[in-house]
């Protein structure tokens, strides 16, 4: 099946979340009302490659499931690997080669040459973070990395209002304003926008709590489809929720690599003789793989919220 693009998976499910949270009469920055139809809503997986076996369990797990996929190669598996291009030419391969659709996108990106890299590798998307930058000149360099991605028809992500959980700082305070939201997405024609709504990275439990009325406001206001990072510390029944408010694209990365390292503890512990990689790094992907088909599953339809409910934490 032919591999299809970050932009076009994302913008089918960004009209279905739109539809889903926004009235035809709701303005920018304006909840949902009452009378809005609770349609469920979908969002796709975005699953980070840190191995061939992480590649290879995310394309077993999409084909499970029978639903398309985006794999991630953040540039700190770049430093891991110590270059882009042998591990980028791997997964385009394993995502050439799937029966389902699976994009191939370049997460969290700081370096301008790493971006470049990777649009002539042939990605399908990159993502641009300049959310530590101040915010006109993030506004200015993701605009050009837009310029640079668009004339190759490749898309970007980019991100507004930094995410916690990077270098070990926890910021569960910081959120995206959706005004602000507004101008950078129309400053930079951006396809795809990252928002702080309360996930944190690299979280070992799964006990945040998100803000879903600004995910609503975000989703009313923002003319693209919004990215969720930080979801390894988000329960299953709190990213139904956010899909249904409005999440286009869920990033996991940690949870899946604790998945993937449970197995291969358990398989260890069971027979401490093994040497040979491939007995024990197999119940890894395994388990990878079965955990991204799960996870798959949980976004393909979440439900639409209700306007007159509490959030889960107040009720």
Do not use: W
Not at 83 to 91: D, G, K, M, V
Not at 126 to 152: F, I, K, S, W
Not at 270 to 276: H, I, K
């Amino acid at each position: 099946m032919t591999k299809a693009a970050t932009t076009d998976l994302l913008a089918a499910l960004g009209r279905r979340t739109s539809d889903a949270t926004a009235p035809a009469s709701a303005t920018p920055g304006q909840a949902s009302t009452a009378g809005t139809p609770a349609t469920p809503a979908s969002a796709i997986g975005a699953f980070n490659v840190i191995t061939l076996e992480s590649a290879e369990a995310i394309a077993a797990g999409a084909e499970t499931a029978g639903r398309p996929v985006i794999m991630q190669i953040s540039e700190n598996c770049v430093r891991y690997h110590g270059t882009l291009a042998p591990i980028a030419r791997a997964t385009l391969t394993i995502a050439a080669a799937a029966s389902v659709p699976i994009a191939v996108h370049l997460d969290h990106a700081t370096d301008l040459a790493l971006v470049d890299e990777a649009l002539e590798l042939g990605f399908d998307s990159v993502m641009y973070d300049g959310a530590h930058l101040p915010y006109a000149e993030n506004c200015a360099t993701t605009a050009e990395v837009v310029r640079r991605a668009h004339r190759q028809g490749i898309g970007v992500e980019a991100e507004l209002g930094e995410i916690g959980g990077k270098d070990g700082a926890h910021a569960p305070g910081v959120r995206t304003d959706p005004a602000e939201a507004v101008d950078f997405a129309a400053a930079t024609s951006v396809d795809a926008l990252a928002v702080a709504v309360g996930s944190s990275h690299a979280m070992l439990e799964r006990t945040s709590r998100l803000d879903l009325d600004l995910i609503i406001r975000l989703a009313a206001a923002v003319p693209v489809p919004l990215v969720l990072h930080g979801s390894s510390g988000v329960p299953d029944g709190e990213l139904e929720r956010a899909i249904g408010a409005g999440m286009a694209k869920i990033n996991v990365s940690t949870h899946l690599g604790s998945v993937f390292t449970g197995a291969v503890r358990e398989t260890l512990a069971a027979d401490p003789r093994l040497v040979d990689p491939r007995r024990y790094l197999a119940p890894g992907r395994e388990a990878f793989a079965a955990e991204v088909a799960r996870l798959l599953e949980l976004f393909a339809e979440a439900p639409a919220p209700d306007p007159l409910a509490k959030p889960a934490h107040e009720a």
